[in-house]
């Protein structure tokens, strides 16, 4: 793009625009060949040089900024311009890469350069900063319920090379029921008729049945992986709690600028507890943030409503 008669062919929409090629070490540049002698330049990706890249981006009065979405890589560099003014859109590189007449001898940020220049670049969806926030807590929080269930799995072995079949008797290990009486086998605790009283009164299977279960072998390594499986579990489950906490400050954020609803929140539809719910009164939140209560509709609740 060394010779503005190759760009006389598509119509200059946005004049001070530039193109961005991410990779994970370095960035390339590109900005329009007519403002600067040297249109080209790299920057490494640390951060004091993605801010020494924003500021050649301000010499040469750019407005805009077109980048592909590579891997994470683009994440920082999004924000730092963007916290520098600039407007700054990600671009599928399947898109970028589709649009014919490209020259070989053009290294892609000279392409993305042009295509933005040119207004043929879509900008992929990209939520306010606020939104996005909130977003990462909800994915983290994802993560580590996957972690935990992992070590429910790991519960259920240490169990089964003991042969309790506890997990035969209850719904659901983690439930009031099993997890009384995993946290006192691991607290040192052995008698089956002891282990058996702890049955939640909600618990279908009966006492007797409960403590035929838990007549095992009790071997000091299987001891062990439940013990060590247990700490895992609980493990991530305080850092869901913090999650959550993470969670309702956020939301409180959106809400700040929102007016209290007007008609109070209708009655709760379905009192069953979801699964891994947030443990906060999230529905009341997203009442005053959406201005309807979507968990009216089957099959949505407050965990589903956000996610």
């Not at 909130?134 to 994802?142: D, F, H, K, V």
């Not at 095992?216 to 299987?222: D, I, K, L, S, V």
């Not at 409180?252 to 906060?280: G, H, V, W």
């Not at 959406?290 to 589903?304: C, E, K, N, S």
Request: proline residues 5%; hydrophobic residues 40%.
């Amino acid at each position: 793009m060394s010779d503005k008669s190759e760009r006389t062919g598509l119509p200059v929409v946005q004049p001070f625009a530039a193109g961005i090629d991410i990779g994970s070490r370095f960035h390339v540049v590109a900005v329009p060949p007519e403002i600067a002698d040297e249109s080209v330049q790299t920057f490494e990706s640390f951060t004091s040089d993605l801010h020494r890249l924003a500021d050649w981006l301000i010499q040469f009065n750019i407005k805009t900024v077109a980048m592909e979405s590579t891997g994470v890589y683009w994440v920082p560099v999004f924000e730092i311009l963007e916290d520098r003014g600039l407007d700054v859109i990600l671009v599928n590189a399947r898109e970028a890469r589709n649009v014919p007449g490209r020259k070989t001898d053009v290294n892609d940020a000279q392409w993305l350069q042009r295509l933005h220049a040119c207004g043929l670049l879509r900008a992929s969806f990209r939520p306010g900063r606020d939104i996005a926030a909130l977003r990462a807590y909800l994915r983290i929080r994802e993560r580590h319920l996957d972690y935990a269930a992992a070590h429910i799995q790991h519960m259920q072995k240490a169990l089964t090379l003991m042969n309790m079949q506890l997990q035969n008797v209850v719904s659901d290990i983690t439930g009031a029921t099993g997890m009384k009486i995993i946290r006192a086998i691991v607290a040192g605790e052995r008698d089956p008729v002891k282990l058996a009283q702890m049955r939640d009164v909600r618990c279908r299977a009966s006492q007797e049945t409960i403590e035929a279960s838990l007549r095992g072998n009790n071997q000091p390594e299987h001891i062990f992986a439940l013990t060590q499986a247990l700490t895992l579990y609980d493990f991530y489950q305080a850092r869901v709690q913090e999650c959550d906490i993470e969670i309702e400050r956020s939301l409180a954020k959106l809400n700040q600028d929102k007016p209290e609803p007007t008609s109070p929140i209708p009655k709760i539809r379905s009192k069953t507890r979801q699964p891994n719910a947030i443990n906060f009164d999230v529905r009341a939140s997203l009442y005053q943030l959406v201005g309807r209560d979507l968990t009216q509709i089957h099959g949505i609740g407050p965990y589903l409503h956000y996610a």
